[in-house]
């Protein structure tokens, strides 16, 4: 199957500072990726739609201000944890479906604990 | 009522035993299906993906889709420790471009 790449898959950073998490589509062209964020023992909870060289479209309820999504490339879509608090942390992950199907892929996840 | 239903389990079955998994929804115009893995701390893992109705095997897992009764449900033959893990099921009316609708994952631990 495709393979997305998410970096990096656990970090620690201070309460106020932000954090850079990184999607990447490996051998295929991601127009559009995904990012969720998942609780301990729950389900996928969809944040956003990445869509690249247009902006992002937030789920209601998610401060886009807070979660900032940017898409530069067909195969890059980072999402930035501006000034984290430790209600922040989270295990983070984003997807890319293989359009125009939507068979898609996971990345490995990015497990953030604000300290 | 929800768009997908999956019952979260936890479900603990002893090691060799078969395993269904299922899912129900209610939204006729999904098409296409999917089963993802997903292991403790790490990203969902794509297991099988059809689309309309009918089966599909590979390995010791088999996807059955039934769109009259608005059902799917993934077996698991010969289960072993290593499938302990969460199942998802998700699908999609067609669009790539739309996000999936996942059901909310069924706990499995397959004791040796």
């Known amino acids: 199957g495709a393979v997305v790449s998410q970096h990096p898959s656990w970090v620690i950073c201070k309460s106020g500072t932000s954090v850079k998490i990184e999607c990447r589509s490996l051998?295929?062209?991601?127009?559009?990726m995904f990012w969720y964020r998942q609780f301990p023992k729950q389900s996928l909870m969809l944040m956003a739609t990445?869509?690249?060289?247009?902006?992002?479209?937030?789920e209601q309820g998610v401060e886009k201000d807070k979660f900032l999504i940017n898409h530069a490339s067909l195969t890059l879509s980072t999402l930035t944890v501006t000034s984290a608090h430790p209600e922040d942390s989270s295990f983070y992950i984003c997807?890319?479906?293989?359009?125009?199907?939507?068979?898609?892929?996971f990345g490995q996840g990015t497990r953030l604990t604000v300290v | 009522q929800k768009e997908v239903e999956q019952d979260p389990g936890p479900l603990s079955v002893p090691e060799g035993a078969i395993v269904s998994l299922n899912c129900t929804y209610s939204?006729?115009?999904?098409?296409?299906f999917m089963w993802y893995r997903q292991y403790s701390r790490k990203g969902p893992e794509l297991l099988m993906y059809?689309?309309?109705?009918g089966n599909k095997e590979d390995g010791r897992f088999t996807a059955q889709v039934d769109k009259s009764s608005k059902y799917i449900s993934l077996f698991i033959r010969d289960s072993q420790p290593s499938d302990s893990a969460t199942y998802l099921c998700?699908?999609?009316?067609?669009?790539?471009?739309?996000?999936?609708?996942f059901g909310k994952g069924t706990r499995l631990s397959v004791i040796a």
């Open positions: 997807s890319a479906p293989t359009l125009p199907r939507p068979k898609a892929f």
């Open positions: 051998d295929f062209q991601a127009t559009t």
């Open positions: 990445s869509n690249e060289g247009s902006k992002a479209t937030y």
């Open positions: 939204n006729s115009a999904f098409q296409y």
């Open positions: 059809t689309y309309s109705s």
């Open positions: 998700a699908m999609s009316a067609g669009s790539g471009n739309t996000p999936l609708v």
